[in-house]
């Protein structure tokens, strides 16, 4: 089955506390996105990488990094610098960097201990 | 803000009946695509129109688009309990570096049976 893989679930973070969120893909995809969503906000663009060992900022990066190290992964550290981490977050992937579909994985969600 | 609005925020219809939610933006556009979400997943793409396209059609959905009003419609016919979800427009801006897409914030539709 081809698709985009989340992990966890749901993931508790405590004060002070890194955590990651796994996004794997499986559909040969060169770009990859984070999102986070609030209620009533819609989508937010947290990071987006176009190719292997490249990413870029999206609107809300502050808090949050990202590696690219394989093409099928794209892990997402939500540092304890994000001080309002509660969210769903979402990844996505599309064939190339153009502005084609992107496919979602279900979504974590993030929650403050 | 580069991102699309949708309207209503909200809309609640019997089975069967049509309904229609629309989609406003305030830059010029290469495409504009239209999302579907259940309650607590990942966003599955339904349609995507180009902007040179006027309609589209894909089983019971026909997306309309006007370029000179800056606006597009989502009109599901028929609809069915199972099409209670949100839905959302994205837009793949003219002139956007990332190649990125702008989601809206969505319409909440609840069918009744």
């Known amino acids: 089955d081809g698709g985009i893989t989340q992990s966890p679930k749901y993931l508790f973070r405590k004060e002070g506390q890194n955590v990651t969120l796994s996004c794997e893909q499986n559909l040969n995809h060169d770009a990859m996105y984070w999102y986070r969503q609030d209620p009533g906000q819609g989508l937010r663009l947290i990071y987006y990488?176009?190719?292997?060992?490249?990413?870029q900022k999206g609107d809300i990066a502050e808090g949050y990094s990202v590696s690219r190290e394989k093409k099928e992964s794209f892990p997402l550290t939500v540092t304890s610098a994000q001080k309002n981490p509660t969210a769903f977050y979402l990844c996505?992937?599309?064939?190339?960097?153009?502005?084609?579909?992107?496919?979602f994985g279900p979504g974590t969600r993030l929650l403050v201990l | 803000s580069q991102q699309g609005e949708e309207d209503p925020q909200a809309l609640s219809i019997q089975e069967g009946e049509n309904a229609t939610m629309n989609c406003s933006y305030k830059t010029s556009i290469n495409n504009l695509q239209w999302y579907r979400q259940n309650s607590g997943r990942g966003l599955v793409h339904l349609i995507l129109?180009?902007?040179?396209?006027r309609e589209k059609h894909s089983g019971r959905l026909r997306v309309t688009l006007d370029t000179s009003k800056k606006s597009s419609s989502l009109l599901i016919t028929a609809s069915r309990a199972a099409d209670t979800a949100s839905y959302f427009c994205a837009t793949g801006n003219r002139g956007s570096t990332l190649g990125r897409l702008y989601f809206g914030r969505g319409t909440q539709l609840t069918v009744w049976p």
């Open positions: 990488s176009q190719i292997v060992n490249d990413f």
């Open positions: 996505a992937s599309s064939i190339d960097g153009s502005q084609e579909t992107q496919y």
């Open positions: 129109i180009r902007s040179n396209e």
